[in-house]
């Protein structure tokens, strides 16, 4: 949180006025969550971002919040938060809810644009699109991947790939990557992963429907609830 305060991102953090509630708060979220999770072990880290993105990445050189890029017409573009290994780039844009349509092609697309046009962004740079999704990561991927492509059809550009996650697919992963770790120092670090999660009323877990429980194995004779009395 505290690079999002030293950025001007006060908003939910207490120091705005009045606007103590974190709803919509995703800059505070943002921050809170990667400034954990670049204090994280360089074992802990790669194994965490490698699998989060799909290929190695790490150990972590640089880390930069709301770096500010230029369009070719001289508009200015905010990426959330940039991370840099010395091989890759990754251009993080986090978005406030899982299981909402907030991530948008137009956005994606400014930001791999400044990005490239300000020297920013090598060819293979990586695009992480964090929450925001409707749809469960491995299926909104190819709907906002179709729309990206639409998006940058006229301009010449480099190869990148697009990675989608939610921020519960996110808790997941640092789950299975800390726990086992022993250490009590990455744990304290989970555990204020999942403080921030409550305070912005997001899930650690995956829904879990009725019907997908699987059966208690549970028999009562017919007699069982006869004497009841039924009011």
Wanted: glycine share 8%; aromatic share 8%; net charge negative.
């Amino acid at each position: 949180m505290l690079n999002a305060i030293l950025a001007g991102k006060k908003r939910g953090t207490g120091l705005q006025g009045q606007a103590f509630d974190a709803q919509g708060a995703e800059d505070v979220l943002t921050a809170t969550i990667f400034e954990r999770l670049a204090y994280l072990p360089n074992e802990q880290f790669c194994a965490v971002m490698s699998e989060l993105l799909g290929e190695n990445f790490g150990p972590l050189q640089e880390v930069e919040y709301w770096p500010s890029w230029h369009l070719p017409c001289g508009t200015r573009v905010e990426p959330d938060l940039v991370l840099y290994d010395g091989r890759r780039t990754v251009v993080v844009e986090a978005k406030r809810f899982d299981n909402v349509r907030q991530q948008n092609a137009t956005q994606l697309s400014a930001e791999l644009l400044a990005g490239w046009h300000d020297g920013q962004l090598e060819e293979g740079c990586i695009l992480l699109a964090l929450g925001g999704l409707e749809l469960q990561p491995h299926k909104a991927q190819p709907h906002l991947q179709a729309a990206l492509q639409q998006a940058l059809a006229s301009n010449a550009g480099k190869p990148y790939k697009l990675v989608c996650q939610s921020w519960t697919g996110l808790y997941q992963i640092l789950q299975t990557h800390i726990q086992p770790a022993g250490s009590t120092s990455c744990q304290r670090l989970l555990d204020d992963i999942s403080a921030c999660y409550a305070w912005h009323g997001l899930r650690t877990h995956e829904q879990r429907w009725l019907k997908d429980l699987h059966s208690a194995a549970i028999t009562t004779q017919p007699e069982a609830f006869a004497a009841w009395n039924i009011k």
